[in-house]
Every structure is written in C-alpha cells, then in structure tokens.
C-alpha cells in the first residue's frame, strides 16, 4: 500500500512543466464549425472563460483557459507536493470539433508523446463535465473524469502559489518527518459531489491553521486549533476548531510518515446534538522540490504504466 501510494504521488510531481503566457486580442467567444451526425455543418459556440475543478484521479487541480487569442490550455497542478509542480497542455481552436451534445479537445499529453482527447458536456449554468482519455503505448485507453467550476477572478491555484508558496517552501525544509509540516491534499463533504482543495499547516508550539479551498470560489475558510486543544484517542488526535463556520471538530490519524486521514463535522454550538455536515479528507505532506526526485527502482514501474 505504502509503494502504491508512493507510486501515485511520484507519477504525477514527474514531467510537469509551466503553464505558458498568453497574450490578449479582443474576441468574444470561441466559433468552431461542426458536421453532426446527418452531415449538416451548425456552429457551436464555446465562451470565452476560465474554469477549475479537482480531478480525483493523481489528485490533480485542474484549470482551463479558453483565450481569446485563440493559444488555449488545460493546466494540472499537483496537489500532493502544494502545487509546486503543474504540466499543461495547449490546443488552439482548429482542434476543437463540437456537435449537438459535446466539444471535443484533439491535442497530446503535456510531454508530447501520447494523444489526447479532453470531452467537455455542458452541465449546470456555464460548468462542464470533463473526460480525458489518453491512448498509452499499449495501445490502451486510460481515462479519468471530473467537473469544472466557472471563474471570474484569479484562479485558486494562482491565489495559493501567490500567498502560500514562500510559507509552505519555509517550512517544509524544517519539518521532514514527525507529524507536523505543511499538509496539502483533498476534502469531500458527504452527499457532495464536488471536491474541494485542503491544506494544514502544522509546526509544534504554534496554533495550527486548517484551510479550505472551493472551486469557482474566489476565497478560501480557514479554522484553527492550539496545541493543548488536542485530545489522543486509539492513535487519532482529536481537537475542536474556531474560526469559519465549515467544522467544528476534526479528527487526523497518521497511516504513512507523509500522509494524514481525517474527519471533520460542523455542529451547533448551541445544540451539539445536531450535524450539520461531515466529510474526510487525505492530505500529504509537502516537502523541498529538491526532495521530489525519481528514484532509479521506479523508473522501470513507471515505464511499463505508459
């Protein structure tokens, strides 16, 4: 299990590269002519805009820009490793094909070497359904789905590098081992289906700060708890949090050295009887670029998965 997990983690920090600048030029939307299925050409219409959702697949934060300068991407930012690493791959409008019911993105996987197809199915409002399939060398189709939330200001991933990237890179040089750190990983709440994007940071002596990201949301929550907080039962730590009003207890347990599995539930101060949400999260530590390095026994497991 614990090479596994390795194994994911690894597959997805190796062959990032950064996302590109796109100059501006004034257009309003996207126009691709399509054939349907009776052969008759109609114009199908994709917005100019920018959308982010969480693919639970390789714990991927993903962003895509649709420009009007027609240089358009899907970035992937690796959740893992505190988004210090992200591949994109770029597509301009002649690769898009439409018909009544879905667009469809024909480009190559952000190291060139394999093809790509991204499926966008419109869902609620200006949303979208995201399947991606890749064809591997095996001649095997590998595909992965996931759902885009609209945005109208900064991205959640540009707003985390800008505020936290100087803090998580601090302390991840300091703390390597033990259970405090930088944490960065995924949240669902029960009976939800969208998943939302957690960090915790965690330093000993100091009041612990658990934060929550929501695509399509231009702000984060953010909760606290001190030190003496913290109760240990059967190995779980449990504490009470103060601060947004998302949870009010949390639980974290330590599986693996660089992994934290908990729980969370929002109850009324007043009336503790009450749930008023639950969910789980998985969060990984994040360590020193320098740290993310492939080791010589994976290379051959990570050519044979290609």
Avoid at 146 to 152: A, Q
Avoid at 166 to 186: C, D, M, P, Q, V
Avoid at 215 to 228: A, N, S
Wanted: charge should be positive; include cysteine; proline fraction near 5%.
């Amino acid at each position: 299990m614990k090479v596994l997990i390795i194994i994911v983690v690894l597959i997805n920090v190796i062959g990032c590269s950064m996302q590109p600048t796109n100059d501006r030029q004034p257009k309003s939307t996207l126009e691709t002519t399509t054939k349907s299925s009776h052969s008759q050409n109609f114009k199908e219409r994709v917005p100019i805009g920018t959308w982010e959702g969480i693919s639970r697949s390789g714990a991927e934060f993903k962003v895509l820009k649709i420009m009007p300068n027609n240089q358009h991407s899907l970035t992937s930012y690796n959740i893992a490793s505190g988004m210090q690493f992200q591949k994109s791959v770029s597509f301009t409008n002649k690769d898009i094909e439409c018909d009544k019911f879905d667009c469809h993105i024909y480009t190559h996987t952000a190291d060139g070497k394999l093809p790509l197809k991204i499926t966008l199915t419109k869902f609620v409002d200006q949303d979208y359904l995201v399947t991606e399939a890749v064809w591997l060398a095996s001649e095997k189709i590998h595909s992965t789905s996931y759902g885009l939330k609209t945005v109208k200001a900064t991205t959640t991933p540009e707003r985390f590098i800008a505020q936290e990237t100087e803090k998580l890179t601090a302390i991840a040089s300091i703390h390597k081992n033990k259970r405090f750190g930088y944490w960065s990983g995924i949240l669902e709440i029960s009976n939800e289906d969208q998943l939302k994007f957690a960090t915790l940071d965690y330093q000993p002596g100091q009041e612990a700060t658990f934060t929550v990201y929501t695509p399509g949301l231009p702000y984060q929550v953010k909760m606290h708890f001190k030190p003496e907080w913290l109760k240990q039962n059967n190995g779980e730590l449990i504490t009470k949090l103060k601060g947004a009003l998302f949870a009010s207890e949390m639980t974290i347990r330590f599986p693996l050295k660089d992994m934290i599995k908990g729980d969370f539930e929002q109850r009324f101060e007043r009336y503790p009887e009450r749930l008023i949400s639950n969910g789980n999260f998985s969060l990984f530590r994040v360590k020193p670029l320098e740290d993310y390095k492939l080791p010589k026994w994976l290379k051959p497991l990570l050519q044979k998965l290609e």
